[in-house]
């Protein structure tokens, strides 16, 4: 079983990420066209499907410990994951708030649910930045590595504006928070057992 | 059962001819010839209505789901034939009365309100409907009543999105008696000229146009002329979020969201926003019912 997965992922090449990454996001933006509030749905799906990404992103790492590699996909689905969050933050300042700038600025400063949306945007920035070879040679294995662990934080705060946006809390937003904070301490975890092992 | 007797689908305005409704009103005198007369309600607006779909599938309903599109696609479920209404609490005329009865002697014509969520979206629906003050009037309202109380029906089979949540069912919610009173808030019993859609409420709902969506209560099963403020259901969910008055107004802002614009659903993604105009421009008819209110405090 997990052969096959390893076997069929070898076979895959990384830029099918992409290419399935950009068609999805086509499809979610040609789909929004037809629903009533066409702004409000593709701002949500694009958002939701962006911290879905994200924590399939985190997934990566935790899979190889039981043996699943499909370490060649995590740059790309980073940065699609990262597209997709990027696109959410367009869709809500062009679309949703229709470039209402002083609007725009109140909900930047006054709405928790928002600050914390943005802090975890700012947060992916440096990591689509650097998800590059040339980046990682300059920064160098260990500090780039040290960087990247921003992606926990990042998708965290992710998750925790996911909760906040909802009037009532749901089971899909408790999944997303509780998938996000289990990886983290998943992650914890085994990096305090390697240096118990090392020590 | 007819909750429309003095309509029937035919006496309908399609779609189209309301979008020519200046149009219409142009050539009046050449149509009053070609059909019966209908004069629109002097509390309609003139502007021009969401799309019948629109209408119907973009829809807050928790009982039936969280996502919008939810009420659509599952409240065909829920039967509203037989309907009966408790009519209780300081009244003369309290008891069990079937819709027909309820409604009885009851003037039902057309009302183009705009409906304003909290959320920040809004619509125009034609909205078939009586005034409430008519019913309240017909009931007897005792000198001790000063609110009335409503409660929607809750039917975990019919209505998936009642197990699960967290909500303590049913929906309750409740109006001043002088706004329960004014000629503005309607029962609605169709849109469009339809029958109330099942996703809209069926068979009847309450319509308060300056108010926030949330308190145009859904399927009413319970009318209860009270002497305190009633609990209602979003107030308890969240008190700071959502006010017992809850008037639409652009100044106070939801504790996560600017009140000060809206969308107007209908014109596409790139249709943008509007701005919200206080008591959803009903101001005129509604501002002195809150003559010494603080609205920031009474939000």
């Known amino acids: ?199 | 059962m007819s909750y429309l007797p003095e309509y029937t689908p035919a006496d309908v305005t399609p779609p189209q001819m309301f979008l020519n409704r200046r149009a219409l009103i142009a050539g009046a005198a050449a149509l009053t010839v070609a059909s019966p007369a209908r004069a629109g309600s002097p509390y309609s607006t003139d502007e021009v209505p969401n799309t019948f779909e629109d209408i119907t599938t973009y829809n807050n309903y928790y009982e039936f789901g969280y996502d919008k599109a939810d009420p659509a696609a599952y409240a065909g479920k829920l039967k509203t034939d037989p309907w009966s209404v408790v009519v209780d609490g300081l009244v003369d005329n309290p008891g069990t009365y079937s819709l027909s009865d309820l409604i009885a002697g009851q003037p039902i014509e057309e009302r183009i309100y705009r409906f304003r969520c909290v959320e920040a979206w809004s619509m125009i629906v034609p909205w078939q409907g009586f005034q409430l003050s008519g019913l309240l009037q017909k009931l007897g309202v005792q000198a001790g009543a000063k609110y009335v109380a409503f409660e929607t029906i809750v039917r975990p089979d019919e209505m998936p999105g009642i197990s699960g949540s967290m909500i303590d069912w049913p929906y309750r919610e409740g109006l001043r008696l002088d706004e329960a009173m004014h000629p503005l808030t309607i029962m609605a019993t169709g849109l469009y000229g339809k029958p109330m859609p099942n996703q809209n409420g069926a068979p009847i709902r309450l319509i308060v146009p300056w108010k926030y969506g949330f308190k145009s209560v859904k399927a009413i099963v319970r009318i209860s002329l009270v002497a305190e403020q009633p609990v209602t259901t979003w107030n308890t969910l969240a008190a700071n979020e959502y006010g017992f008055y809850a008037n639409v107004n652009p100044e106070v802002d939801h504790p996560r969201w600017s009140q000060a614009s809206e969308r107007r659903i209908g014109g596409g993604l790139f249709a943008g926003r509007i701005d919200t105009v206080k008591f959803n421009g009903y101001g005129d008819q509604v501002a002195s019912l809150y003559t010494g209110q603080d609205l920031t405090k009474d939000y």
Not at chain 1, 69 to 88: D, E, T, V
Not at chain 1, 110 to 135: D, E, H, W
Not at chain 1, 143 to 155: D, E, F, G
Request: charge should be positive; proline fraction near 4%.
């Open chain 1, 1 to 199: 079983m997990l052969n096959a997965i390893n076997q069929t992922a070898r076979r895959i090449p990384a830029y099918t990420i992409y290419i399935a990454g950009i068609a999805l996001a086509a499809w979610v933006i040609f789909s929004s066209l037809s629903t009533p509030d066409p702004a409000k749905v593709l701002e949500r799906t694009l958002g939701t499907r962006g911290l879905q990404i994200l924590i399939a992103t985190l997934c990566i790492t935790p899979l190889r410990w039981y043996g699943v590699n499909l370490l060649k996909f995590r740059r790309a689905l980073g940065l699609m994951g990262f597209m997709f969050i990027a696109l959410h933050l367009t869709t809500w300042v062009v679309l949703d708030l229709a470039l209402r700038w002083s609007e725009i600025l109140t909900e930047l400063t006054k709405r928790p649910f928002i600050i914390v949306g943005m802090l975890a945007f700012v947060a992916l920035i440096p990591l689509a930045v650097t998800s590059n070879n040339a980046m990682i040679e300059r920064l160098g294995a260990l500090r780039w590595k040290r960087l990247h662990w921003l992606a926990y934080p990042a998708t965290l705060a992710g998750a925790v504006h996911f909760v906040m946006i909802g009037k009532v809390y749901t089971l899909e937003s408790a999944l997303y928070f509780a998938a996000v904070a289990g990886l983290l301490i998943a992650r914890r975890l085994k990096a305090r057992k390697k240096a118990l092992q090392t020590a």
